[in-house]
Nanobody, 114 residues
Framework: QLVESGGGLVQPGGSLKLSCAAS????????MHWYRQSPGKPREWVAY???????VYADSVKGRFTISRDIAKKTGYLQLNNLEPEDTALYYC??????????WGQGIQVTVSS
């Protein structure tokens, strides 16, 4: 089970930090991803962090978003900086376990507006 938190309304240029709390140990997680979906658009992959800590980002967020995780807290994070109205979306975390079986969170809304 995954539970996202930390979303909300922020002005352009602002920041938010999303959290994704997992019920399982990170020892059983191969990768944690963040995705987002805006109304009328397909779900878009944003970033992932591997079991070894390697991070990869979509070009649209590179340099502005940072993915991380706290293994002891079984929680992943997505730091969103310099937010733009185009970042408005429902953000989801997803984990792939060691058998590559995915699990999704319920999503958290991020709205960037003045």
């Amino acid at each position: 089970q995954l539970v996202e938190s930390g979303g909300g309304l922020v002005q352009p240029g602002g920041s938010l930090k999303l959290s994704c709390a997992a019920s399982r140990s990170f020892a059983n997680i191969a990768r944690m991803h963040w995705y987002r979906q805006s109304p009328g658009k397909p779900r878009e992959w944003v970033a992932y962090i591997s079991r070894g800590g390697t991070t990869v980002y979509a070009d649209s967020v590179k340099g502005r978003f940072t993915i991380s995780r706290d293994i002891a807290k079984k929680t992943g994070y997505l730091q969103l900086n310099n937010l733009e109205p185009e970042d408005t979306a429902l953000y989801y975390c997803k984990v792939d376990d060691l058998l590559d079986i995915p699990s999704w969170g319920q999503g958290i809304q991020v709205t960037v507006s003045s």
